[in-house]
């Protein structure tokens, strides 16, 4: 069981919008930052947004984070085929002492 | 060209060891503050520990299913980064990543290896 909660599946049509939410506590969420992950399959995972909703360079303005309280989410505007992939939320947590990950959620094109 | 290469995955036995590497390029790997994540077949990604650039203390953290068992060490000579690995446990059958934050993604994660299987079965 991750210590952040993401739901384990989306989906949704070219063109469409589409979000990712990720639930945690005061110790992670509450009080650092959220990063996201794209896992194509076989692949390592790559950075898609830091410091809850910013974009490294490259990454498309389609893509947005933003961040409430103990929760993030992710969003993907203008669906495409090649946004198939897992997703994952990560952030720091003060009372573990450690990196924590949500359980990853497979995003399907329909 | 910015690179991690993981090396020295392998079959292990139940109670054995093994020793992974990292061998990082293209950056100053002295300044880096560098983490291994694992990923068990069919699941997620899970932190295993990092170690601190020594002008930051060069100290090490885990993950609880890791800690006592799993350390971590740098070489900045050689730039490379290992994780020893003892005790192993089937458990810890995953694909291991070397990562780093190169970029100033306040501490997320831009740099990724390719990953090296560990496979912990009799």
């Known amino acids: 069981q991750s210590v952040l909660t993401q739901p384990p599946s989306a989906s949704g049509t070219p063109g469409q919008r589409v979000t990712i939410s990720c639930s945690g506590s005061s110790s992670n969420i509450g009080s650092n930052t959220v990063n996201w992950y794209q896992q194509l399959p076989g692949t390592a995972p790559k950075l898609l947004i830091y410091n809850n909703n910013q974009r490294p360079s490259g990454v498309p303005d389609r893509l947005s984070g933003s961040k409430s309280g103990t929760s993030a989410s992710l969003a993907i505007s203008g669906l495409q085929s090649e946004d198939e992939a897992d997703y994952y939320c990560?952030?720091?947590?003060?009372?573990?002492?450690?990196?924590?990950f949500g359980g990853g959620t497979k995003l399907t094109v329909l | 060209e910015v690179q991690l290469v993981e090396s020295g995955g392998g079959l292990v036995k139940p109670g054995g060891s093994l020793r992974l590497s990292c061998a990082a390029s293209?950056?100053?790997?002295?300044?880096?503050?560098m983490t291994w994540v694992r990923q068990a077949p069919g699941k997620g990604l899970e932190w295993v520990g990092r170690?601190?650039?020594?002008?930051?203390?060069?100290?090490?953290d885990y993950a609880a299913p890791v800690k006592g068992r799993f350390t971590i060490s740098r070489d900045d000579s050689k730039n490379t980064l290992y994780l020893q690995m003892n005790s192993l446990k089937t458990e810890d059958t995953a694909v291991y990543y070397c990562?780093?934050?190169?970029?100033?993604?306040?501490?997320?994660?831009?740099?990724w290896g390719q990953g090296t299987t560990v496979t912990v079965s009799s």
């Open positions: 990562t780093t934050a190169l970029a100033p993604t306040g501490g997320g994660m831009d740099v």
């Open positions: 990560a952030a720091w947590d003060d009372s573990l002492n450690g990196l924590v």
């Open positions: 293209g950056f100053t790997f002295t300044n880096a503050w």
């Open positions: 170690i601190k650039s020594k002008t930051d203390g060069g100290t090490t």
